[in-house]
């Protein structure tokens, strides 16, 4: 399985700022996916970020709040802006096995990150 | 969409007892079935998984059981050890194919917070 690595690992923000979470990935990966989970809650999905092509994003998810590039097929990062306590979460950068291009569902996760905002 | 439900939320053992975990969900579509353990501070990790073609898979002192009919798979850890204590999370994959692309999407269940007492 791929080697994901996240970053920062954690971090407390103040309120109306903005902060980048990268994700690296140690081989090229078709799709990516960032997840949220909420202090002792399951994992939402946010988007589907796919190289060279725009976000894919849930309900209730919005580009403007997360921003997320996709310059290539390692790195991705997603933007959480304009901060409110209640984005005071677990951000999880996600990578799909593929099986000749094909969807398998087994998608393997990053450490996370753990941001709290004041 | 997919609907994931999984009992208990919370799950206390004595070491060496059996634990299960139940999840249903509700796109009989659905036909992939992963479990993920999370411990404290890290990334969910998958741990097995079942896909619809199958009615049981075990792997050591863990294994799943899927039965499509009624739409419900469960979990089941014997001869449980101190470090199985996590939260571990079911989800179901629903194969989504816009425009010919091979994609799909994972939906948790809410989580079960095992653990397992010395």
């Given amino acids: 399985s791929a080697v994901i690595s996240q970053k920062p690992s954690r971090d407390i923000c103040q309120r109306g700022t903005s902060l980048t979470i990268q994700c690296q990935v140690d081989s090229q990966v078709t799709m990516m996916f960032w997840y949220r989970q909420q202090p002792g809650q399951s994992l939402t999905l946010i988007a589907t970020a796919n190289q060279g092509s725009e976000a894919t994003y849930e309900s209730g998810f919005v580009i403007d709040k997360f921003p997320i590039s996709r310059p290539n097929l390692t790195f991705s990062t997603l933007t959480v802006s304009n901060m409110s306590p209640e984005d005071s979460s677990i951000y999880l950068c996600s990578v799909e096995e593929r099986d000749r291009d094909r969807s398998t569902g087994e998608l393997f996760f990053g450490e996370g990150s753990r941001l709290t905002v004041l | ?118």
């Avoid at chain 2, 634990?19 to 411990?39: G, H, L, M, R």
């Fill in chain 2, 1 to 118: 969409g997919e609907n994931v439900e999984q009992h208990p939320s919370t799950l206390s053992v004595q070491e060496g007892d059996s634990a299960v975990i139940k999840c249903t969900y509700s796109d009989s579509a659905s036909n992939y079935f992963p479990w993920y353990k999370q411990e404290l501070g890290k990334g969910p990790q998958l741990i097995i998984d079942i896909r619809s073609n199958v009615g049981e898979k075990k792997d050591q002192r863990i294994a799943v059981t899927l039965n499509k009919t009624a739409k419900h798979f469960s979990l089941h850890i014997t001869e449980t050890q101190p470090e199985d204590s996590a939260v571990y999370f079911c989800a179901a994959y629903t194969p989504v194919l816009p425009g010919g692309t091979s994609y799909g999407k994972l939906t948790f269940g809410q989580g079960t917070i095992l653990t397992v007492h010395p």
